[in-house]
């Protein structure tokens, strides 16, 4: 009775791998639901190996396996083989386009770096109106004073601040 039961346990292991290969053959992305599982498919043994107990998939040595999957699998241990080689090679794609940045997240870089952008031009006006203020009080009191050195001095500081805010402008570069 243990035969029996170890001979069933082995095809219905088969058979449920057989269904799961299928299923991420189908849709890749459900292979992240079961860990490590695309380190089972590097090979033959380490597929074997593979345990799933919610889905009855047992472990086997690599010899069980091939000689329940000429019993129980269409085409033998070399379809399962071939599809275990599919199913990787799907998965190393998969894994590949996760890699690279899809269109949405560079439209979504774009957007924010625009919204960063704007803040930045609030924050310049920001800057230039206190700037403004600025000296124009320090015009005030400079010609509340009447001394022709402190005007003279304003004056001169506030040509330099012009200046620099010009040369400011003039170096930033938009490249399109």
């Given amino acids: 009775m243990n035969a029996e039961h170890g001979l069933h346990a082995q095809e219905t292991s088969i058979l449920a791998l057989i269904e799961l290969l299928n299923e991420i053959k189908v849709n890749p992305s459900t292979y992240q ?29 690599l010899n069980t396996f091939k000689r329940y999957c000429a019993k129980v699998a269409p085409g033998g241990f070399q379809a399962i083989d071939q599809l275990r080689n599919t199913i990787h090679q799907l998965i190393i794609n998969e894994s590949n386009k996760s890699i690279r940045n ?53 004056s001169k500081e506030r040509r330099e601040l012009v200046d620099m805010l010009s040369m400011i402008s003039s170096d930033v570069s938009y490249d399109s």
Avoid: V, W
């Fill in 33 to 61: 639901t079961i860990p490590n599982f695309d380190l089972h498919l590097k090979n033959q043994a380490s597929l074997c190996r593979l345990a799933i107990p919610d889905r009855s998939i047992i472990p086997s040595s």
């Fill in 102 to 154: 899809p269109r949405a997240t560079q439209k979504q870089k774009i957007t924010k770096l625009q919204g960063d952008c704007e803040r930045l031009n609030i924050d310049l006006l920001r800057l230039t109106k206190i700037l403004k203020i600025s000296m124009t009080q320090t015009a005030y009191y400079a010609h509340l004073n009447k001394e022709p050195t402190t005007i003279a001095l304003f």
